[in-house]
């Protein structure tokens, strides 16, 4: 076991993992980040990454022979190819001098590399007064209902001919939120449910609708494209389609989502009001 995890336990202030990003509190085990490591050498996917479903080999590594591991910190570099190339290190410490080392890390192996981007990733605690970045939100299906809501949303297949045609068009206008690429997954079949709001066209949609086993063997809602038309904002329809979401997540038996939310963003003032739980934050700078 590489791991020691009397050290790194205490250095977990939020529920991020490199490669995986954000797991369920209860799913955070030493047998993670051990997975991880050996995953640095197959290039294969973990069979409870949630980046599989799009299939293809996975990006982003770890690079195992450059990970620090000590009783005060941990440093663990990843490389992708995408792009450009980046390295990130996820800084995992309670002092904030790991950051500075992180940064070194960072930019000798993107240097190492030849990739352009070196980046430090800093998880912070739910506790922390000021942050920065994007928040861990944790949503409980097994804590209370989620009734359908009130609404014109169905999946896209549940709408007209007429009105499927116009998610085209949808796409292209939000590719910047990731529908362009999204379409291009529902034109191949390789997805699941996508809900769409509707007025005289498609205005907004979120999906993939789609559930699998965490690290543990819970059913999870996976994370999904979420966007909604400028000129369709300021009517509740966010509201609606993350509501349906939820409604089809928990009728389809997932115990729990997990979701990213920029820190003061709409979506983080949606979440917040919808009474999720905060599960800390994570930092994202240049070294």
Not at 102 to 110: C, G, M, V
Not at 257 to 274: F, H, K, N, V
């Given at each position: 076991?590489?791991?020691?995890?009397?050290?790194?336990?205490?250095?977990?202030?939020?529920?991020?993992?490199?490669?995986?990003?954000?797991?369920?509190p209860?799913a955070?085990?030493?047998?993670?980040?051990?997975?991880?490591?050996?995953?640095?050498?197959?290039?294969d996917?973990?069979?409870?990454?949630?980046d599989?479903?799009?299939?293809?080999e996975?990006?982003?590594?770890?690079?195992?022979?450059?990970?620090?591991h000590?009783?005060?910190?941990?440093?663990?570099?990843?490389?992708?190819?995408?792009?450009?190339?980046?390295?990130?290190?996820f800084?995992?410490?309670?002092?904030?001098?790991?950051?500075?080392?992180?940064?070194?890390?960072?930019?000798?192996?993107?240097?190492?590399?030849d990739v352009?981007?070196?980046?430090?990733?800093?998880?912070?605690?739910?506790?922390?007064?000021?942050?920065?970045?994007?928040r861990?939100?944790?949503?409980?299906?097994?804590?209370?209902?989620?009734p359908?809501?009130?609404?014109?949303?169905?999946?896209?297949?549940?709408?007209?001919?007429?009105?499927?045609?116009?998610?085209?068009p949808?796409?292209?206008?939000?590719?910047?939120?990731?529908?362009?690429?999204?379409?291009?997954?529902?034109?191949?079949?390789?997805?699941?449910?996508?809900?769409?709001?509707?007025?005289?066209?498609?205005?907004?949609?979120?999906?993939?609708?789609?559930?699998?086993?965490?690290?543990?063997?819970?059913?999870q809602?996976?994370?999904?494209?979420?966007?909604?038309?400028?000129?369709?904002r300021?009517?509740g329809?966010?509201?609606?389609?993350?509501?349906?979401?939820?409604?089809?997540?928990?009728?389809?038996?997932a115990?729990?989502?997990?979701?990213?939310?920029?820190?003061?963003?709409?979506?983080?003032?949606?979440?917040q009001?919808?009474?999720?739980?905060?599960?800390?934050?994570?930092?994202?700078?240049?070294?």
């Amino acid at each position: 076991m590489f791991f020691r995890w009397d050290w790194l336990r205490p250095q977990l202030t939020a529920p991020i993992v490199p490669t995986l990003g954000p797991i369920h509190p209860d799913a955070l085990t030493v047998s993670v980040f051990e997975d991880i490591l050996r995953a640095a050498n197959t290039g294969d996917f973990l069979p409870y990454d949630k980046d599989r479903r799009w299939g293809g080999e996975k990006d982003e590594k770890v690079l195992r022979e450059d990970v620090v591991h000590q009783p005060e910190h941990t440093l663990i570099p990843t490389l992708s190819r995408r792009g450009r190339g980046t390295v990130k290190v996820f800084a995992y410490g309670l002092r904030d001098t790991v950051v500075d080392e992180a940064a070194e890390l960072a930019a000798k192996l993107a240097s190492t590399h030849d990739v352009a981007g070196a980046r430090v990733v800093r998880p912070l605690g739910s506790e922390t007064a000021h942050p920065r970045g994007t928040r861990i939100q944790l949503k409980d299906f097994t804590a209370r209902p989620c009734p359908a809501p009130d609404g014109p949303v169905r999946p896209v297949t549940a709408w007209s001919a007429a009105v499927q045609e116009t998610f085209a068009p949808f796409a292209e206008a939000m590719a910047g939120d990731g529908l362009a690429f999204l379409h291009a997954q529902m034109q191949a079949g390789r997805c699941g449910p996508v809900l769409a709001a509707v007025e005289d066209r498609i205005v907004g949609a979120i999906g993939p609708m789609e559930i699998q086993p965490d690290a543990i063997g819970r059913p999870q809602l996976m994370p999904q494209y979420f966007a909604v038309l400028p000129e369709a904002r300021g009517q509740g329809l966010g509201r609606v389609l993350w509501r349906a979401a939820m409604h089809w997540g928990q009728s389809h038996g997932a115990a729990y989502q997990l979701l990213q939310t920029e820190i003061g963003g709409p979506s983080d003032r949606l979440c917040q009001a919808e009474g999720l739980t905060s599960l800390g934050f994570t930092y994202a700078m240049s070294a």
